[in-house]
T-cell receptor, first 108, second 115 residues
Framework: RKEVEQDPGPFNVPEGATVAFNCTYS??????FFWYRQDCRKEPKLLMSVYSSGNEDGRFTAQLNRASQYISLLIRDSKLSDSATYLCVVNQAGKSTFGDGTTLTVKP | SAVISQKPSRDICQRGTSLTIQCQVDSQVTMMFWYRQQPGQSLTLIAT?????????ESGFVIDKFPISRPNLTFSTLTVSNMSPEDSSIYLC????????????FGQGTRLTVV
């Protein structure tokens, strides 16, 4: 079993749609959690950190459930520019473990 | 956050040769890492580059194949030795600048093709 598992995708949605990504992790000692975005042929870039209290940044909402070892990302009112691969990342003692990523394509 | 410059950005190499990738951060950072991203896959941690001592390698990666240096708090190199086509991948340098539980940021990556 992989340490970090994500929805396999791909997700193909129309502009304006709401889309949710799910992620689970197996290491209960994990200390911090993130969503990254990776565009084609580019390095991953931080989208947002994830907290148990929930974290919202504009159209993006991330949530962590430590008891269930579950992380989510919600994107509202999808834009064409949201098309990318979204990586769930779990960190312990500075070392990051990445999920395989979920690819989102937003279509006009 | 700090800015990472990684070079070369890409290279095409002959099998059996070695390539050294450089990673320069514009400020001192607590930790530096090297990742590999094979085509169509996610990132896999190769090793933690330790300042002034030997790197800490993850399972499946060894020093003879991927020697790493980190002479100071802003610079690291990764060498891919005795390359084969299976080493064709993107290699990414990463760093933490604000502590162990903070987000990592990445260099632009080195796209390596071994022929």
């Amino acid at each position: 079993r992989k340490e970090v598992e994500q929805d396999p995708g791909p997700f193909n949605v129309p502009e304006g749609a709401t889309v949710a990504f799910n992620c689970t992790y197996s290491n209960s000692a994990s200390q911090s959690f993130f969503w990254y975005r990776q565009d084609c042929r580019k390095e991953p870039k931080l989208l947002m950190s994830v907290y148990s209290s929930g974290n919202e940044d504009g159209r993006f909402t991330a949530q962590l459930n430590r008891a269930s070892q579950y992380i989510s990302l919600l994107i509202r009112d999808s834009k064409l520019s949201d098309s990318a691969t979204y990586l769930c990342v779990v960190n312990q003692a500075g070392k990051s473990t990445f999920g395989d990523g979920t690819t989102l394509t937003v279509k006009p | 956050s700090a800015v990472i410059s990684q070079k070369p950005s890409r290279d095409i190499c002959q099998r059996g040769t070695s390539l050294t990738i450089q990673c320069q951060v514009d400020s001192q950072v607590t930790m530096m890492f090297w990742y590999r991203q094979q085509p169509g896959q996610s990132l896999t941690l190769i090793a933690t580059a330790n300042q002034g001592s030997e790197a800490t390698y993850e399972s499946g990666f060894v020093i003879d194949k991927f020697p790493i240096s980190r002479p100071n708090l802003t610079f690291s190199t990764l060498t891919v030795s005795n390359m084969s086509p299976e080493d064709s991948s993107i290699y990414l340098c990463s760093a933490l600048d604000r502590g162990l539980n903070t987000e990592a940021f990445f260099g632009q990556g080195t796209r390596l093709t071994v022929v």
